[in-house]
């Protein structure tokens, strides 16, 4: 019913800059929230930025001032900009939205991505 798709994941050196896309595809009716979270190995899946559909944003301390989440309503796309980007940011990236179906107008549900590699070496 409804696909999202990571793009942006790579490796990169301490100090640098990746920007990580999200898009919603599917049978959409609205989407509410969307998010970026993060699992590294051995840890469990954290929140990273979340943003509302009127554009509120709220990040996990660890990335404050590093990361910048944003959105294209008409594209249901999401994007998290990082940067000075740290080894301890290494991880899987997954993109998280709560999704209102055409078909259930009425159930908001919530849909992941299937995750994009951000590996910083140091």
């Known amino acids: 019913q409804v696909q999202l798709v990571e793009s942006g994941g790579g490796l990169v050196q301490a100090g640098g800059s990746l920007r990580l896309s999200c898009a919603a595809s599917g049978s959409i009716f609205s989407i509410n929230a969307m998010g970026w979270y993060r699992q590294a190995p051995g840890k469990q899946r954290e929140l990273v930025a979340v943003?509302?559909?009127?554009?509120?944003?709220n990040y996990a301390d660890s990335v404050k001032g590093r990361f910048t989440i944003s959105r294209d309503n008409a594209k249901n796309t999401v994007y998290l900009q990082m940067n000075s980007l740290k080894p301890e940011d290494t991880a899987v990236y997954y993109c998280?939205?709560?999704?209102?179906?055409?078909?259930?107008?009425?159930?908001?549900?919530?849909?992941w991505g299937q995750g994009t590699q951000v590996t910083v070496s140091s």
């Open positions: 943003i509302t559909s009127g554009g509120s944003a």
């Open positions: 998280n939205a709560e999704v209102t179906t055409a078909f259930h107008p009425g159930t908001m549900m919530d849909y």
